[in-house]
């Protein structure tokens, strides 16, 4: 589903991924945890696209596409959904007219119809129980005096709406508190667990884990994965610290 190979990328004039390799196969769910700093949110922004993150070495492809030749509108029509560790705040527009824009830009890339009114809401509706929003939040103007929480669950919600194939999700659980992390990590099994569907759970912490089991958990230091195992090593990071895992 996701092949990165050798991947250098800069952002301004410095070298901040270094030859990261990675690959997830569809059913996969992989955890990215490594100290400030490593490079896990500037991975995130060169799967996405982001203007200003230039890949000078490497190759990325996503569902046998050459991801890096594709325009972030393209990928995001592909089925790749980011989530970002500060969602933005978007006043005068609603969570719903985004949501709904969001929806039928990708429906367009795929040359499908959009959504009728009625489709679109009985759509957010069920998203929105799923992550236990309620849908008067959705009313309102995209992120404006939100919660770290419910940032987080409207965010979910637009995962579940677009249905991706491939979610890469960057510090979701910052900012949640014990019964949100819960619903946040249910809504992702729920939304994602799929044998056609992949996650890069790109996290600091360990907490998340223990909602959202992951297949494997890689750490991500100076810009290139040191070391990969499995449920087990988040754990071993949480208990001993990242440099004394590093360093074993
Ligand atoms: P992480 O998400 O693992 O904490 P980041 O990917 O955010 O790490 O940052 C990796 C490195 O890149 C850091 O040293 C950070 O200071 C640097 N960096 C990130 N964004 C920029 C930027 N826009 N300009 C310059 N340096 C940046
Ligand atoms: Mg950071
Ligand atoms: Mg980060």
Do not use: C, W
Not at 141 to 169: H, T, W, Y
């Amino acid at each position: 589903m996701l092949k990165i190979d050798n991947l250098h990328a800069t952002v301004g004039d410095t070298e901040i991924l270094r030859g990261l390799s990675l690959e997830v196969n569809a059913g996969e769910i992989h955890a990215i945890m490594g100290p400030n700093g490593a490079g896990k949110s500037t991975l995130a922004y060169v799967l996405g696209g982001r203007p200003g993150y230039e890949v000078i070495a490497g190759t990325v492809s996503f569902m046998g596409q050459d991801l890096l030749a594709m325009e972030p509108h393209e990928r995001a029509a592909a089925g790749l959904f980011l989530g970002f560790q500060y969602p933005v705040e978007i006043p005068g527009v609603s969570n719903v007219q985004f949501l709904r824009e969001a929806a039928n830009a990708q429906r367009k890339g795929r040359g499908e119809e959009p959504l009728s009114g009625g489709e679109f809401l009985k759509l957010a509706k069920e998203k929105a129980a799923l992550l236990k929003l309620d849908m008067e939040m959705l009313k309102r103007n995209v992120n404006v005096g939100f919660s770290g929480g419910e940032k987080k669950r409207a965010e979910m919600v637009q995962m579940g709406i677009l249905d991706p194939r491939l979610a890469v999700l960057d510090e979701t659980d910052s900012g949640l508190d014990i019964d949100a992390l819960k619903t946040v990590g249910e809504g992702i099994n729920a939304i994602m667990r799929s044998p056609d569907k992949g996650v890069l759970l790109i996290t600091h912490y360990q907490r998340l884990l223990d909602y959202v089991k992951p297949d494997y958990v890689h750490v991500l230091s100076k810009g290139r994965i040191v070391k990969t195992g499995n449920a087990e090593l988040a754990l071993d990071l949480e208990r001993e610290g990242y440099d004394e895992v590093i360093a074993a």
